[in-house]
């Protein structure tokens, strides 16, 4: 494979999981208690799909790759300290809400039209990639649409894998039910990849690479425009948090013989 | 109530697959006019399998472009059964292939989509949706104006749809197979014998990172760890999740469980199945881990720490104790699988 690739991933930031989450209402749509004071994160899924995308770069000579992320400025300024030293990339932000009870609807028109506005690319040979959900919304159902907004018919969810082959095809495995993978073959870009976690680590954290991506962010979170995210027919009846807090038997000095024999009676309980 | 479309694609062998009855029922119990929008090779079998549900429509785009699971194929089947029903509401179950194609659907229809709903109802009149945010954290009932509406509805909230089959009269819609550049080429799936995810076992079992650390003999014991904890998914037909720690452990190339991988993951960027019970092991219970198990009802936990996550409210019981040593006990009881 010799063909350059540009890759464009779309990912936003999503609260760090290990915080407490708490509902609050709102005049059009619910938000998180203390929404902006939450520290963030690249949405897991998303930088999966980065990491990918910036392997395949590196693999094939002259490739590119541009993060497209939606969220309020100052949170994106903070999270992109750290993903910037991860993999090179060029950040084109959108300056807008980044809360799960947003519409995909919205978002994606929003994310296609930054797409589409990127200088130099060429759509015919576009590889469109982000987590197949977030972490926020977890609908799955972004990428889609901007596909649809983009023309591209060529779509995988729940990517673990994609395979270049010489002749500028790719195979890429989905994830399907059961635990398995379907297995299809494309035979160019461009195509919409919706990644589930892929095999590669996290790349460790490299000062140099940050420190390039970083000349290009900073302008690049200047320039970030505005992007409302309309959602009129959307109405929330309710959020709540789960109300169940059970009440933990702890069981210490039980034998080992005895727990095992607790567990099995309890597994043939109907 | 207004009308309502019900897409289901066919099995291989012809039939609806259970999340398929599942969404029956579900767009059943909102009592509107229902049509049947049906895909696949064929679809009279399917139509004939659900002949008695009392829809007032069956529709069908069928071919052989239609036998693969496939974006561009699928989508253009669902547009063209959408388009034919002309429902203000079109419900389909959340499969894979279907969570693939139905936003792009919505969005070509000028309509909206909800995915990952556990629960569908009428409030006020009108449907109302209920789905999880911010992975399974909180729970929101939305409604929405717009339409057409497509919801997909998660598997194990409903139960399926049985009764009479028959003869059901399906009228073919025609719908011109797009040019695609995708070749489903086939399924790669672990041999029987390592099949580990079993979504409608009773059981989930969970192994954390836990069981690929020293032990108290200051030895580390992965192959003793494969053998109990495979003995113990054959012995009670269970199905394997993993801890993200004990999963991302394969990446960085460390000894691990050899049939975990990141399709196990339980949990914040993993999985969130339903089973009725679940069984953790070395895995200390933390809420992005938990956020997974939302849908196991009866949870118990073995872990050596009195004070991890799962003390504090997350299981109905802890055993402070060693997982090997249970386990070995647990097998033995058991005994060699039937």
């Known amino acids: 494979m010799s063909t350059p690739l540009q890759i464009v991933v779309c990912g936003s930031i999503v609260p760090d999981p290990l915080q407490t989450l708490e509902p609050v209402a709102g005049a059009a749509a619910p938000s998180l208690k203390n929404e902006m004071m939450l520290p963030a994160i690249l949405d897991p899924w998303a930088a999966h799909a980065l990491y990918e995308a910036a392997h395949l770069a590196q693999k094939t000579p002259g490739s590119k790759v541009w993060l497209v992320s939606l969220g309020p400025k100052a949170k994106l300024q903070q999270v992109m300290m750290t993903v910037a030293q991860k993999v090179p990339f060029e950040l084109v932000a959108l300056d807008g809400s980044a809360s799960g009870f947003s519409d995909s609807f919205a978002t994606a028109a929003a994310l296609a039209g930054a797409i589409a506005a990127i200088p130099g690319l060429d759509p015919s040979k576009l590889l469109l990639f982000g987590g197949w959900e977030s972490a926020s919304r977890g609908a799955g159902s972004t990428l889609q649409m901007v596909g649809e907004r983009l023309g591209i018919a060529e779509q995988f969810q729940g990517v673990d894998q994609i395979a270049f082959r010489e002749d500028g095809s790719f195979e890429v495995l989905e994830r399907i039910e059961g635990g398995r993978h379907q297995v299809s073959v494309c035979t160019a870009p461009p195509a919409v990849l919706g990644w589930a976690t892929g095999h590669l680590p996290e790349p460790r954290n490299n000062p140099q690479v940050g420190m390039a991506n970083m000349r290009a962010i900073l302008p690049a979170l200047q320039r970030a425009k505005a992007a409302p995210l309309a959602a009129a027919g959307l109405r929330f009846h309710s959020v709540s948090l789960p109300k169940q807090q059970r009440q933990t038997r702890v069981v210490k000095n039980m034998p080992a013989e005895e727990i095992a024999r607790e567990i099995v009676a309890w597994i043939g309980e109907e | ?338």
């Open chain 2, 1 to 338: 109530m207004e009308t309502i479309l019900l897409l289901a694609h066919t099995e291989p062998d012809g039939l609806l697959g259970k999340p398929a009855l599942e969404a029956l029922a579900a767009a059943l119990a909102l009592g509107g006019e229902l049509t049947v929008g049906l895909v696949g090779g064929a679809a009279q079998l399917a139509a004939n399998q659900i002949a008695g549900c009392g829809a007032a429509r069956f529709l069908a785009v069928t071919g052989e472009p239609y036998t693969q699971s496939r974006y561009a194929t699928d989508a253009a089947a669902a547009e063209a059964l959408c388009r034919k029903a002309g429902a203000a509401l079109v419900l389909a179950p959340a499969t894979s292939r279907w969570a693939r194609a139905l936003p792009g659907v919505a969005h070509r229809l000028g309509g909206r989509v909800d995915t990952h709903a556990t629960n569908l109802a009428i409030e006020d009149g009108a449907p109302a949706a209920t789905r999880w945010f911010y992975r399974q954290r909180m729970e929101a009932v939305l409604t929405r104006s717009e339409r057409p509406w497509v919801v997909l509805l998660d598997s194990g909230c409903n139960p399926a749809w049985s009764g009479p089959a028959g003869t059901a009269p399906v009228e073919a819609v025609a719908a011109e197979a797009p040019p695609t550049r995708t070749t489903v080429t086939g399924v790669q799936a672990p041999k029987a014998d390592e099949q580990t995810i079993r979504p409608d076992a009773k059981l989930l079992f969970v192994a954390g990172a836990g069981w690929t650390k020293k032990q108290p003999d200051g030895g580390m014991h992965g192959a003793e760890a494969e053998t109990l904890i495979l003995g113990f998914l054959r012995a009670a037909k269970a199905s394997l999740g993993g801890s993200k720690s004990l999963v991302d452990l394969s990446g960085e190339g460390q000894a691990v469980l050899r049939f975990m991988t990141h399709l196990n993951q339980i949990g914040q960027t993993g999985a969130t199945p339903r089973h009725p019970k679940g069984l953790s092991t070395c895995c200390h219970g933390e809420e992005p881990h938990v956020v997974g198990w939302r849908f196991v009802n009866q949870r118990r936990a073995i872990n050596l720490d009195p004070n991890c996550g799962w003390a504090r409210g997350k299981a109905d019981v802890l055993y402070v104790a060693d997982a090997f040593e249970v386990m070995r006990h647990v097998n033995k009881l058991l005994g060699p699988p039937g």
